[in-house]
């Protein structure tokens, strides 16, 4: 899959599916908290409740972390992209509870395909 560049589009639809696909409840066991996703001018949710997943369109009635950034999401998922990195750059701007970035990160990892594999 090629990196995501700027004149790309990006629909809720594709990031409700992404996370919905990514989502995985054993790095989430005892997780309970919501994520609101600022990606450019699109905003989803995330809802995990101690292993499962609850995503919707739009802003999160009091969100425990808020998340502002761009395609960079992608390389962040991916550990292309450390936090503190995305920080750093600001690429990755947060709102709330900081400690909750990391376990976002892991539930929705992206695990990279390995050289060779069919695409």
Same mark, same amino acid.
């Given at each position: 899959m090629r990196?995501?560049? @700027?004149? @790309?589009?990006?629909?809720? @639809?594709s990031v409700l599916l992404g996370l919905r696909a990514l989502f995985r409840p054993a790095a989430a066991p005892g997780l309970t908290a919501g994520y609101e996703l600022r990606i450019r001018e699109l905003v989803v949710h995330a809802l995990i409740h101690e292993g499962t997943l609850q995503a919707g369109e739009g802003p999160l009635e009091?969100? @425990?972390?808020?998340?502002?950034?761009d395609f960079s999401l992608r390389a962040l998922l991916t550990g292309e992209l450390s936090v503190d990195e995305a920080l750093e750059s600001g690429?990755?701007?947060?709102?709330?509870?900081?400690?909750l970035l990391e376990p976002f990160v892991e539930t929705f990892r992206i695990t990279p395909t390995p050289a060779g594999a069919a695409s």
């Amino acid at each position: 899959m090629r990196e995501p560049r @700027d004149e @790309d589009t990006l629909n809720t @639809d594709s990031v409700l599916l992404g996370l919905r696909a990514l989502f995985r409840p054993a790095a989430a066991p005892g997780l309970t908290a919501g994520y609101e996703l600022r990606i450019r001018e699109l905003v989803v949710h995330a809802l995990i409740h101690e292993g499962t997943l609850q995503a919707g369109e739009g802003p999160l009635e009091d969100p @425990d972390l808020v998340l502002e950034t761009d395609f960079s999401l992608r390389a962040l998922l991916t550990g292309e992209l450390s936090v503190d990195e995305a920080l750093e750059s600001g690429k990755l701007r947060l709102v709330g509870d900081r400690d909750l970035l990391e376990p976002f990160v892991e539930t929705f990892r992206i695990t990279p395909t390995p050289a060779g594999a069919a695409s």
